[in-house]
């Protein structure tokens, strides 16, 4: 028996690295997933490899930047599933633009896609979760620290732990929780790896090097820990799952 089982997950950005591993990890964890994503055929294709394996899945799409898009999302996991108990908003988009060569339409993407679709994500799912459910939010270690050559990206990831912090107190009293990852570098199409890796046993997940590169899987396990009622104690925060490249960032002269 699942540590999800019976309960209903929603995933956004489904299609593609991190959404990938987490919609794929929720639905052997007894979870009924909901992937949503502006890649439509990508989502279904994930939603289609969880029923052939006896799971329960359906597939929308999602642009996170549009209010109408997050409502239907919601409208569709409540009429396919009648409730839902996590939200993982993980769909977001990157931009390495130096400070001073970033135009005002690099910072409005990143600010509307990772920042205001966040807000709309949370204010959409917020309402419609269970008593007891969770919401987790991708944000990034850039949004704990200065990144030059992608600061709009940087500056709408600070903007998502705002969220995160202000939407816990908001909705802690109907005992719900929202929580940021702020990953470090991730094998995803950001780093250019466009292959997804399979996934593994939890327990036989490689431990990647001090300040190394992390499989998506590794984001996605954090994930469902901060969805479930075992990280009950766990509210507002931002979980730095980076290992160890802050603590060796700025690196050290050769």
């Given at each position: 028996m699942g540590m999800f089982a019976g309960k209903v997950a929603l995933v956004t950005g489904g299609a593609s690295g991190i959404g990938v591993a987490a919609a794929l990890r929720f639905a052997e964890e007894g979870a009924a997933v909901v992937i949503a994503d502006l890649n439509e055929v990508g989502?279904?294709?994930?939603?289609?490899?969880?029923?052939?394996?006896?799971?329960?899945?359906?597939?929308?799409?999602?642009?996170?930047?549009?209010?109408?898009?997050?409502?239907?999302?919601?409208?569709?996991?409540?009429?396919?599933?009648?409730?839902?108990?996590?939200?993982?908003?993980?769909?977001?988009?990157?931009?390495?633009?130096?400070?001073?060569?970033?135009?005002?339409a690099t910072f409005d993407t990143m600010v509307a896609i990772n920042l205001k679709g966040a807000w709309m994500g949370l204010q959409a799912v917020l309402p419609a979760l269970e008593p007891g459910g969770a919401a987790v939010v991708t944000?990034?270690?850039?949004?704990?620290?200065g990144l030059a050559v992608a600061a709009a990206y940087s500056a709408a990831k600070h903007g998502v732990i705002g969220l995160v912090r202000s939407s816990s107190q908001a909705f802690a009293a109907r005992?719900?929780?929202?929580?940021?990852?702020?990953?470090?570098?991730?094998?995803?199409?950001?780093?250019?790896?466009?292959?997804?890796?399979?996934?593994?046993?939890?327990?036989?997940?490689?431990?990647?090097?001090?300040?190394?590169?992390?499989?998506?899987?590794?984001?996605?396990?954090?994930?469902?820990?901060?969805?479930?009622?075992?990280?009950?104690?766990?509210?507002?925060?931002?979980?730095?799952?980076?290992?160890?490249?802050?603590?060796?960032?700025?690196?050290?002269?050769?």
């Open positions: 989502a279904e294709t994930i939603a289609a490899e969880i029923r052939a394996k006896g799971g329960r899945a359906c597939a929308v799409r999602c642009d996170v930047a549009s209010e109408a898009d997050n409502a239907a999302m919601v409208a569709l996991a409540k009429s396919e599933y009648g409730r839902i108990d996590a939200a993982f908003l993980n769909a977001g988009a990157y931009a390495q633009t130096g400070f001073a060569e970033a135009d005002a944000a990034s270690t850039s949004g704990v620290t005992g719900l929780r929202v929580n940021a990852i702020c990953p470090g570098p991730v094998a995803t199409a950001i780093l250019g790896v466009t292959e997804q890796p399979p996934l593994q046993v939890p327990d036989a997940l490689e431990v990647p090097g001090y300040a190394g590169t992390m499989q998506p899987q590794h984001i996605a396990e954090i994930a469902l820990f901060l969805a479930s009622p075992r990280s009950g104690a766990i509210n507002g925060q931002e979980i730095i799952a980076d290992a160890g490249f802050l603590a060796s960032y700025p690196p050290m002269p050769q």
